[in-house]
């Protein structure tokens, strides 16, 4: 036997629901209002790993050229204001991940050379550069 339950009537909130509601934004309900841009060459771990090694690669090969610590430092000094110059062009033209990976290991392989002559310089009492 089943109980007979009386007719409410009409829903007094169905047309509230159905009605569209606007998102919050914390769950978007469909695409973006404005464009989304994409990075055209978006920097990668790969490309900032390759651009290190070869950095690391040019430094270490005009370092070499160097027969005492003023060839040296001046050869690094020369080694990565041309790796600088190549860095810029691949950030306006290029990867620039690899820009990214030169930059880093240039201003590593600066400062390597700055403290080879800081340490001439406190030990000998020279400025080993003139």
Do not use: C, K, N, Q
């Not at 978007?28 to 994409?38: D, E, L, N, Q, V």
């Not at 290190?52 to 690094?76: N, P, Q, R």
């Amino acid at each position: 036997m089943s109980i007979a339950r009386p007719d409410p009537g009409p829903d007094p909130g169905a047309a509230a629901r159905s009605l569209a509601r606007t998102p919050s934004g914390l769950f978007p309900a469909g695409p973006p209002s404005r464009p989304t841009y994409r990075e055209p060459h978006p920097i990668t771990g790969g490309g900032v790993a390759a651009g290190g090694g070869a950095a690391a690669g040019w430094l270490l090969l005009f370092g070499l050229l160097g027969t005492d610590v003023t060839s040296y430092a001046w050869w690094t000094v020369l080694a990565g204001l041309l790796a600088w110059v190549t860095a810029l062009v691949l950030v306006r033209y290029g990867d620039r991940g690899v820009a990214t990976g030169v930059a880093i290991v240039t201003a590593g392989g600066w400062s390597i050379a700055a403290a080879v002559v800081a340490v001439r310089w406190a030990t000998g009492g020279d400025w080993p550069l003139w």
